[in-house]
């Protein structure tokens, strides 16, 4: 357990990168621009929003607060300025997972099922996901963090239009979008607490796309020990493999977006929460195992 400082290495690359990426496309026709965000954009966008997961946590610096700035500038890349709503209602989500009535900050909520009615709308909302969907739970006034994070990232795309242009912020805001929507490294968000087994609320990815994403996959390991940085989590599941050899997996983000995509029954109503919101009737109730 503890924070590992060299993760901050890692996030000053990948902005760097990302940046830079951003800027090279900016000549290019925009369908070219919008084809390399999701093809290459989205992989370090989604890196990049794993890291922000790791400051979430204080497994970076031993500071909160320098945890604060690091993720705000992770955020960056990302257009949408997510990171600190993100930190408060993550670690809500740690605290309540699975409870009803938007305790769980993460889970879907009431507007969610009601939503998601047919195949189209499950697409627009996995998507869309963390820009449409919202927590049902009772509002609270945004800490100050909040809004520094808005100031922050509205300077610096202002900043980076003005000397890159429209199609550098096209680039990002695609890659942003698609990284934690419908992309084979989006849908990890979606597959993190598919109910894959009874009594199981948190699901793990063992695959080739962990290499990209600092073994985000990993996800029951990090449940149990929310405190284990990312570069040692795939040490606690060999440290202990009689918890998690037994446990259901997902083999492929690749096949669970394909099934997302064409299988009936996919969507909020297969996350894990204690009690679902009732949908319409004409959500249906069956669904495929995994």
């Known amino acids: 357990m503890g924070p590992n400082a060299g993760t901050a290495v890692a996030v000053v690359l990948l902005v760097g990168l990302q940046l830079s990426l951003a800027a090279s496309v900016a000549q290019q026709p925009w369908w070219v621009v919008v084809l390399l965000a999701y093809a290459l954009g989205a992989f370090v966008s989604h890196a990049l929003g ?23 500038f992770a955020n960056v890349p990302l257009v949408f300025p997510a990171a600190m709503d993100f930190r408060e209602k993550h670690l809500k989500h740690h605290a309540h997972l699975g409870e009803p009535d938007g305790a769980d900050t993460q889970a879907p909520q009431s507007w969610d099922f009601h939503f998601v009615t047919n195949r189209l709308r499950t697409f627009v909302w996995h998507a869309a996901g963390p820009i449409l969907t919202h927590s ?37 805001s695609v890659a942003g979008v698609a990284a934690f929507g419908h992309h084979p490294v989006g849908v990890r968000r979606y597959g993190e607490h598919l109910v894959l087994a009874k ?51 997902i083999p492929s983000w690749t096949r669970l977006l394909w099934r997302l995509t064409t299988v009936p029954g996919e969507g909020p109503e297969k ?13 249906g109730t069956g669904h495929p195992t995994s």
């Open 136 to 172: 049902d739970a009772p509002t609270h006034r945004p800490s100050k963090w909040v809004f520094i994070n808005l100031a922050v990232n509205a300077a610096a795309m202002v900043l980076f239009t003005w000397a890159f242009g429209v199609k550098a912020l096209l680039f990002l």
């Open 50 to 72: 794993v890291l922000i997961h790791e400051a979430a946590h204080d497994l970076v610096f031993k500071s909160s607060r320098a945890n604060r700035w690091l993720a705000m």
């Open 271 to 283: 996350y894990f929460l204690e009690r679902k919101p009732r949908a319409p009737e004409a959500h």
């Open 199 to 249: 009594d199981q609320p948190t699901s793990s990815y063992y695959g080739p796309l962990n290499w990209l994403s600092f073994d985000v996959g990993y996800h029951v390991e990090h449940h149990d020990l929310p405190s284990v940085p990312w570069n040692r989590v795939r040490a606690l599941h060999d440290l202990a493999p009689e918890l998690y050899r037994e446990l259901a997996f």
